[in-house]
């Protein structure tokens, strides 16, 4: 099974601060390996720079360099899938942000699973399973909670 990679792990397993720092980068080493079926898209990347280079967001954030670095390291990587929006993207989106009444930052919530599914990814991994249950075409799991990555 294809699972797309929410910003927070990533977050998680470079934020030298974070108490989940371990288990996220065994989810980051196993799909570095191949072993999971990673995916990722490029609204994860700009979130995570822009989380990680933000003194207000992380107590030791990293530096704009470290944080481009990584970013492009990840998006070169064969090992995870990239995927991106679709002509009937930004049209689905709104449609399901007005059925679900979103509001705010949850648009991007919505922009991130309707990227999902039209690339045929069914699962997430994500910190942030309130805000993606409401996506009911998208398998939610939180890896950070569990005993095992």
Not at 83 to 107: D, H, N, Q, Y
Not at 120 to 146: C, H, M, Q, S
Request: charged residues 25%; proline residues 5%; aromatic residues 8%.
């Amino acid at each position: 099974m294809r699972i797309l990679i929410d910003t927070n792990i990533l977050i998680h397993a470079f934020n030298r601060s974070s108490p989940h720092r371990e288990k996220a980068s065994k989810i980051l080493i196993k799909a570095l390996r191949g072993d999971i079926k990673a995916v990722i898209s490029p609204q994860v990347l700009y979130e995570f720079y822009s989380i990680l280079t933000n003194p207000r967001r992380v107590e030791r954030p990293l530096s704009p360099e470290e944080a481009a670095a990584i970013c492009l390291d990840l998006w070169s990587t064969p090992n995870i899938e990239k995927i991106i929006s679709t002509s009937t993207t930004l049209r689905e989106v709104f449609k399901l942000a007005g059925e679900l009444g979103l509001r705010g930052g949850t648009i991007f919530d919505c922009l991130l699973a309707v990227t999902a599914k039209e690339n045929g990814v069914k699962a997430i991994y994500t910190e942030n399973e309130r805000d993606f249950r409401r996506f009911t075409f998208l398998k939610v799991v939180n890896p950070l909670r569990g005993a095992e990555a």
